[in-house]
């Protein structure tokens, strides 16, 4: 999974939402946000606010793509 990593090493994308300037008390409005989006309804899988929040909460300090 290194090799995955690299490319946004390099660059200098940051890993983490935190890293973006996403605090924690942020989360739930922007999980109301992506819930609410057009392309939610897209999705093949049906999802929540609370599931939306959880995987936000889950890449607030660990990295998003994992090494």
Same mark, same amino acid.
């Given at each position: 999974?290194?090799?995955?990593?690299?490319p %946004?090493?390099?660059?200098? $994308? +940051?890993?983490? %939402?935190?890293?973006l300037g996403?605090k924690?008390?942020?989360?739930p409005? %922007?999980?109301? *946000?992506a819930? #609410?989006d057009v392309c939610?309804?897209?999705?093949?899988? *049906?999802?929540?606010v !609370? !599931? $939306? !929040?959880? %995987?936000y909460?889950?890449m607030?300090?660990? +990295?998003?793509?994992? #090494?």
């Amino acid at each position: 999974m290194e090799w995955r990593m690299r490319p %946004l090493k390099n660059v200098d $994308i +940051p890993q983490s %939402l935190d890293k973006l300037g996403v605090k924690e008390e942020d989360i739930p409005n %922007l999980a109301k *946000d992506a819930y #609410a989006d057009v392309c939610t309804g897209g999705n093949q899988r *049906d999802t929540s606010v !609370e !599931e $939306i !929040e959880g %995987l936000y909460k889950s890449m607030l300090h660990d +990295p998003v793509v994992k #090494a």
